[in-house]
């Protein structure tokens, strides 16, 4: 639901966002892919067989270099889908002691058009891992997102900062920027 409320704040001007859970149909998504790429484009595929209009979906997470990249795309169900933040955070915080801190958040956008066309954008935002988590705002790893030119975490900012920068933002202002091109 914290992606959605984010994509309703970014797109307000543009689109009405739904989710999977605002359809009258339920649809099967299995996430089985080892790229985020991949991962948006089944989440888009299986909406559009369902939908048969336009659709975007995004798949998004944590890549932590100290632990070769992971979460990644198992991010969401980094220790199990159950597992609190706080424990998977700290979880995070522990595996960086002694090492690198570099991260990055991933967001990669897929969109299927009217015609069936598929496109791909991806953003990223570079930070470290902090060592304590700090902040009441954003969600699931944003406390221990440490973003430099924040000095501080982006739990720690408003959502519009967080927004500004944010890896989902950057995917959708190139997506935004190829539909405007493209109309």
């Not at 979460?71 to 980094?78: K, L």
């Not at 902040?135 to 519009?160: K, Q, R």
């Given at each position: 639901m914290h992606k959605v409320e984010e994509f309703q704040t970014m797109l307000k001007d543009v689109a009405k966002i739904k989710c999977l859970k605002d359809l009258d149909r339920p649809v099967q998504?299995?996430?089985?892919?080892?790229?985020?790429?991949?991962n948006a484009l089944i989440k888009a595929r299986s909406l559009y067989n369902v939908l048969h209009e336009p659709v975007i979906s995004d798949d998004s997470g944590l890549e932590v270099d100290a632990m070769d990249g992971a979460?990644?795309?198992?991010?969401?169900?980094?220790m199990g889908e159950d597992t609190s933040y706080v424990i998977k955070n700290q979880a995070i915080m522990d595996a960086v002691k002694g090492k690198t801190k570099a991260a990055r958040?991933?967001?990669?956008?897929?969109?299927?058009?009217?015609?069936g066309k598929?496109?791909?954008?991806?953003?990223?935002?570079?930070?470290?891992?902090?060592?304590?988590?700090?902040?009441?705002?954003?969600?699931?790893?944003?406390?221990?997102?440490?973003?430099?030119?924040?000095?501080?975490?982006?739990?720690?900012?408003?959502?519009?900062?967080k927004n500004s920068v944010s890896h989902r933002g950057k995917a959708l202002e190139l997506f935004l920027k190829d539909m405007e091109e493209n109309v």
């Open positions: 998504i299995i996430e089985d892919g080892k790229t985020f790429e991949e979460p990644g795309v198992y991010s969401a169900r980094f958040y991933v967001c990669v956008i897929a969109y299927i058009d009217s015609d598929e496109k791909t954008y991806r953003g990223t935002i570079e930070g470290e891992i902090y060592h304590e988590a700090v902040g009441e705002h954003g969600f699931g790893y944003d406390p221990i997102f440490y973003y430099p030119p924040f000095g501080t975490t982006l739990a720690n900012v408003s959502e519009e900062m």
